[in-house]
Every structure is written in structure tokens, then in C-alpha cells.
Nanobody
């Protein structure tokens, strides 16, 4: 089992940047794939980015490529989401989620993740 805690959210003006961090518990965090999801008010939760256990494979949803990047530091049990050129439509609660590397389901499938953080609010003002 792994516990996740997100941090780094806040209020930023359009065009600005934020870096979110997801810290996982346990000595085997590198055995877990991690995904970032977001949910805006009145909208469904959507996939943002994912990364495999060793950090060598990363995925960004097409609409966010070029602005968002994902990385991880397994020595610190953290997965980061760097968000640049933020837009008001990026406003949402951002969640990180984890699943064991043996789970071969697509990274983008929210229902395939058994472990979730509490979320961190990102608000982008125009």
C-alpha cells in the first residue's frame, strides 16, 4: 500500500508556472506507476500525465504537451508536475494517483488506480 500527498498548488496569473509535487510513502515507491489527474468544477476527472516506476517512460495528454512535464525522483519518493504557460482553463483540483507496476492498464484510466492523494487546488486567474 502507498499513501500520497500532493503539494504545490495555489493561485497564479495566466502565463505563470507552478510545480506540483506528489510524495509517496513506503520503500517501494519505485514499484508504482503514478498519474496526475485534474477535476474542474462540474467536469469529469481527466488524465493529465503519467510516469512509470523508473521514470524512463512519461506520458502527457495531447492537449497539454509543450506546457506540462512530469518527472520523478525515487530517492525522494516524489513525482513532480511542472506546469508552464498556465491558462484559466487549467484551474482545477489536481490529484496524483498510484498503481503497482504489474498493472498493465493504460496510465490514463483513473479507475485503474487504487491509491489517491487528497488533491491540491490550482487556480489560474486571467
Amino acid at each position: 500500500q502507498v499513501q500520497l500527498v500532493e503539494s504545490g498548488g495555489g493561485l497564479v496569473q495566466a502565463g505563470g508556472s507552478l510545480r506540483l509535487s506528489c510524495k509517496g510513502s513506503g520503500r517501494t515507491f519505485n514499484n508504482y506507476k503514478v498519474g496526475w489527474f485534474r477535476q474542474a468544477p462540474g467536469k469529469e476527472r481527466e488524465f493529465v500525465a503519467g510516469i512509470n516506476g523508473n521514470g524512463y517512460a512519461t506520458y502527457i495528454t495531447d492537449s497539454l504537451k509543450g506546457r506540462f512535464t512530469i518527472s520523478r525522483d525515487n530517492t525522494k519518493n516524489t513525482v513532480g508536475l511542472q506546469m508552464n504557460s498556465l491558462k484559466p482553463e487549467d484551474t482545477a483540483v489536481y490529484y496524483c494517483a498510484a498503481k503497482h507496476f504489474s498493472n498493465s492498464d493504460a496510465l490514463s484510466g483513473a479507475s485503474t488506480y487504487p491509491y489517491w492523494g487528497q488533491g491540491t487546488q490550482v487556480t489560474v486567474s486571467s
